[in-house]
């Protein structure tokens, strides 16, 4: 971690303004008001939905530094707080996790946040945070809230009228305490106090809130091998090379930001280790260091000789995206990710995520783009060709061009379209060894791609490279299941005599969304039909499969003329001969419009509702036989069923009743108070009706098949 600073961050003569500092007066009343620990005002942007630090108070901004520029639809506290123009708390860490989970992989630590927006009636102007120890109650009392509330509008009245005088706010110096005087006793203050800490047998030291050494007393040098002179001035970490770990400068940041005391072994190499104990305040922190009990029997993966020093805030940034691309399911949420979280972070304003396939590469999506045909040039480049997007996949080596100049000097032929850009990062996007596609990151004017940064954006290609190949692969799937229950299910019913139908299929809204539940309706001799209904054990390829074959058997042995119960023996003989450890539940009518009537059996299915002119419903929960694939010799008893001209048969699959929680007979209580109330409308708007109602009642963890048939006259 440097003092506080990263790649990000404005420079210095960009963060001075001059008069009175509105931010920091205001962040600093707020947080004195109700006794907070840090906090930092944000800023939203005048030319996109992104929020920006412009000052932080009580620790360095490299805590906050995957969060110094964020997009309005962000889940981070901040962006939720200006969204939804509300305060928002969250007590500690458990609740962190559970409400955002990507701040609480960063920063696991205990700690109180609330986040506010900064807006009047009519605007937003950004918004603030407040931070407390762990120590902090449960709840936010109704006199901080008060005060956080009349702070931040207090504050957008101020930034209004700064507007509105053509004064609009600047970025502002952080508010964090500076260090000791290096060669002095620090925080000990006296002399005499320096030389009680000098005769102590353990180390002492003290550091500020960059974790620089204010003090160290003799015992403290001779324990970590390192001289007075040479610690004073430094962080810790950077003066002592063993201890350039992230993990001992987590534990800097745990104290600090959760206000407990905490401590970590660490081996002095080649075998000594020693104990450190962090006692932190609002301005410092204090330690303490011993040698430890043999803790040789601890595996412990500590940094190896040799090992290149690794900054905890380009960790943090990559923690912190990570944790949003692990949301995206799809090739276009891969997209949007890269554009609601990547891009804002790293400050740029428009990208481009190109597809590698048969040999070209292939726009895949994009964001930021005024003009779409712009992106337009990079769809089916070869990638034998020198591109800069096919050169950085073929070798693998990211490309950074820091203006239009450098970009034409490299390339001078392809680059002739100006995009209205100024500097550009292609990414290559390498996954599982092979390369999968190249994301352009568009920078709206020139800019320097310092080498940490430049780290940090090679990282987050490789996470994005492999929340993009898993994505195709979904897609993939989805596709294919798609395909083959398109295949396995009729793509039209027939016109029958006498029988309107309507028919749908959903997937269930979780999984692969391909299943076993089918439908069919099948014309045979002399004005009759065959209506089937069923539903195969499993929501997967097999269970697909296996519905294919089943409805395949039913419309063969209805074609020769086999009567109901014939039907379903014989469908379930070839079931059981299949060998397949699935079962299936069915339900077939032999439908028969000129007499008014049809015979039904059934195999373990839930019972039809039947539908009157009048409008009475009837569950149709007539005898029938046990699921197809259990018993070798079953009896399937047949009903007759009452079809005169206006009755509606509804067939369906369990998905549309089933529920956790929620009993059958309810369920079908309800589906039939629906169905009595929809009147003689058209058959496919019915059948859209209870798919509704399906929806509404609960999350589909289940297929949903649904045949409906009508008696003509």
Known sequence: MSDGQTSTQAPAAARTRVGRPLLSLALASMMDEVHGHSGAVYLLSADEPVLEMAVMAGLPRAFAAPWERVGLSAPIPVAEAVRERRLVWIPGEEDMAARFPRIAVVLPYQFALAALPVATETRAYGAIFVTWPGSHPPELSERDRDHLTAGCRRLAVRLERAI??????????????????????????????????SRLPYGLCSLDLHGRIGFANPAAAELIGVPVSRLLGNQLWAAVPWLNDPVYEDRYRAALLSQQTTSFLALRPPGDWLSFRMYPSTTGLSVRISRARAVAEMARSGPQPGDAPSRLVTISQVL????????????QDVVQLVADEIAPAVGSQALVVLGSRAGRLHVLGHRGYPDP?????FDGLPLAEPTPGAQALGTGVPAFFESQNHLERLYPTQHSIPDGFGAWAYLPLIASGRPVGTCVLAYAEPHLFPADERAVLTSLGGLIAQALERAQLYDAKHQLAHGLQAALLPHSLPSLPGIEAAARYLPATRGMEIGGDFYDLVPTEQGLAAAVIGDVQGHNVTAAGLMGQIRTAVRAYTTVGQAPEEVMRSTNRLLIDLGSDLFASCLYLRLDP???????????HPPPLLRRPDGRVRVLDLAGGPLLGIDGSPVYPTAEVDLTPGCVLVLYTDGLIESPGVDIEDALAALGHVLEQAGDRPLDELADLLVRHSESVHERADDVALLLLRARG
């Open 320 to 331: 912190s995206l990570a944790g949003a691309l692990t949301e995206a399911a799809s090739v």
């Open 164 to 197: 509105e005088a053509s004064r609009p706010p600047l970025p502002e110096p952080d508010l964090v305490a500076g260090s000791a005087l290096a060669g002095t006793p620090g925080r000990f203050g006296t002399v005499e106090a320096a030389r009680m800490a």
């Open 373 to 377: 045909h712009i992106v337009e040039r």
């Open 594 to 604: 000129q007499h008014g009537r049809a015979v039904m059996a059934r195999a373990g």
